[in-house]
């Protein structure tokens, strides 16, 4: 079978277009990553993220039995997207999270959400 040379072009345009756009969105996400690292390291990013995380119903139900369901499905997508990330971060982080709020209704420090 004989190739076309402008389809071969075409193709291996295209084919160095994704691998560009796929090492593209591995930075992208390296970054991000790495802003979740640092966030992690102070007590106010602490409480951002686990605010956060809470406030898109991660671990709640969304059904409703009504179009609210739409509008609760996607604040959670969005947590989920979070959550993932905080777990790409650090495996423990959630876990770390848990710890830091439950450390501070101990000792009586507000966590106002």
């Known amino acids: 079978m004989n190739s076309d040379p402008f389809l071969d072009e075409l193709f291996q345009v295209d084919a160095a277009k994704q691998r560009k756009a796929s090492e593209s969105e591995e930075r992208r996400r390296a970054r991000l990553t790495l802003a979740v690292r640092e966030v992690l390291k102070t ?6 993220l686990f605010w956060l995380i809470n406030q898109t119903g991660v671990f709640a139900p969304c059904f409703t039995g009504n179009s ?7 604040k959670r ?30 000792s009586g420090t507000a966590w106002s959400e």
């Open 68 to 74: 609210s369901t739409f509008y609760l499905e996607g």
């Open 43 to 48: 007590d106010n990013g602490k409480r951002f």
């Open 77 to 106: 997508s969005v947590g989920l997207d979070v959550y993932r990330l905080l777990l790409e971060a650090d495996p423990n982080a959630f876990q770390e999270l848990i710890n830091f709020r439950r450390a501070g209704e101990a």
